[in-house]
């Protein structure tokens, strides 16, 4: 079982910046992929972007350009580094964990609140 507990949300105009924390109760070193999804109220829970082992990064359409995902495995730590904030980014924002073998993701943070005012 891992735990997984986000920080870094907050209120921010737009344009903006926030980083994004997801801190793990044990080591990430071995878990293939971690990543952050989102959900705005009213829509569906969306991939935002997620980082393999390996580094390899994947990114919606939607924040290409503006949002960095990393991870620091020595402090079982994943980053969202989000630029140039919109009000659409507004969501709330949960880290995943997909350890081997699954494919989706098993485990699940709390959520951390992101709103962007125009």
């Known amino acids: 079982q891992v735990q997984l507990v986000e920080s870094g949300g907050g209120l921010v105009q737009a344009g903006g910046s926030l980083r994004l924390s997801c801190a793990a109760s044990q080591s990430i070193f071995s878990i293939n992929t971690m990543g952050w999804y989102r959900q705005a109220p009213g829509k569906q829970r969306e991939l935002v972007a997620d980082i393999t082992r390996g580094g390899s990064t994947n990114y919606a359409d939607s924040v290409k350009g503006r949002f960095t995902i990393s991870r620091d495995n020595a402090k079982n730590t994943v980053y969202l580094q989000m630029n140039s904030l919109k009000p659409e980014d507004t969501a709330v924002y949960y880290c995943?964990?997909?350890?081997?073998?699954?494919?989706?993701?098993?485990?699940w943070g709390q959520g951390t609140q992101v709103t962007v005012s125009s």
């Open positions: 995943t964990a997909i350890p081997w073998p699954f494919t989706s993701p098993k485990y």
